[in-house]
C-alpha cells in the first residue's frame, strides 16, 4: 500500500477542496491519505465521501500548532480522534481565535507600507477555514507585490520581519495528551525541519513522550538526511513509530503526493491505537 499521512486543502492553507486533494491523492496512485488541515476538521466530511467515491482510504487528521515556553513553533498531527471531544475542541477554538487576532494585526502594520487590506485577505479564505499567513501571502501575490508563497514568508511574513506578530498556541507535550484523551494518535511533524526555524531539543521530545507521543515523522523533506538518522534512533530507543508523509500544499507548496510514505505495519499500529475516529 501507498499511504500519505500529511496532507492540506484549502479548509487550512493548502489550495484544493478536500475533495479535490482525495481525487489528486487517487490519481497519484495512493491506497490510502490523511486530510490533517491546520487546527480544523472541516474537511473531513467532504473528504471521507470522495474516498469512498474514488476507493481509497480515508485517514480523519488535524495538524495541531503548537508553541514551546521559549517561542519555539511545534506541529503535531493527530490522527482518528474524537472530532467532538470537549477538551480538544476547546483548546483548538483558543487557538483559532488567536490566530484570527494575530492576522488582523499583521494586515493592520503591513498596511502603513503595502496597499493590503483584511478585507483582501477574505477573499483568499475558503469559509470555515483557519486564517494564516499563508492567506496573506495570497493577498500580497494578487497585488503583485510577491510571486510566490515561498517568498512572501521569506521577505515580508517571516519572523524577522517588523510586521511579526506572536499568538496563542498549547505547549505540544500538553497537545499530545488532549489528542490521546481524544481518541487520537499524536505524531511529531517534521521534527527537524530547521529551514523553518528553530527545533525543540530532547528535553521537550521527552515531555511528548511521557504525555504520550506515539510517532516521529521522519520521512519529510523538510528533516535532512542526517537529521533522519537520529530521529531515527529516537525513536528506536523510546518505542515510537515511524511515518512518512509528503505535507502536500496543491499548489502552495512544491511537495508532491505521496513523495514520502508510511509502511502499512505503521499505519495498521496507528488504526489499531486509536479511539476516537475510524478509517473510512
Known sequence: MRIDLHTHSNV????????????????????????????STA????????????????????????????????????????????????EIEKSRSARLTRARRMVELMSEDYPITWALVQEHVTEGATVGRPHIADALIALGIVSTRSEAFERVLTARSPYWVSHYAPHPAHAVALIRDAGGVPVFAHPSAFNRGAVVGGAVIDEMIDAGLVGLEVEHRDNPDGARVELRRIARDNGLLVTGSSDYHGTGKPNLLGENVTTSETFEAIIGLATGTPVS
Open 43 to 90: 474537511g473531513w466530511d467532504r473528504a471521507r465521501t470522495a474516498a469512498k467515491a474514488h476507493g481509497i482510504t480515508f485517514v480523519p487528521g488535524m495538524e495541531v500548532s503548537c508553541r514551546t515556553d521559549t517561542g519555539i513553533s511545534v506541529h503535531v498531527l493527530s490522527y482518528l480522534h474524537d472530532p467532538l471531544h470537549a477538551g480538544l475542541r476547546h
Open 12 to 39: 487550512s492553507d493548502g489550495t484544493e477542496d478536500p475533495d479535490v486533494l482525495i481525487a489528486s491523492a487517487a490519481s497519484a496512485g495512493l491506497d490510502a491519505v490523511a486530510l490533517t488541515d491546520h487546527d
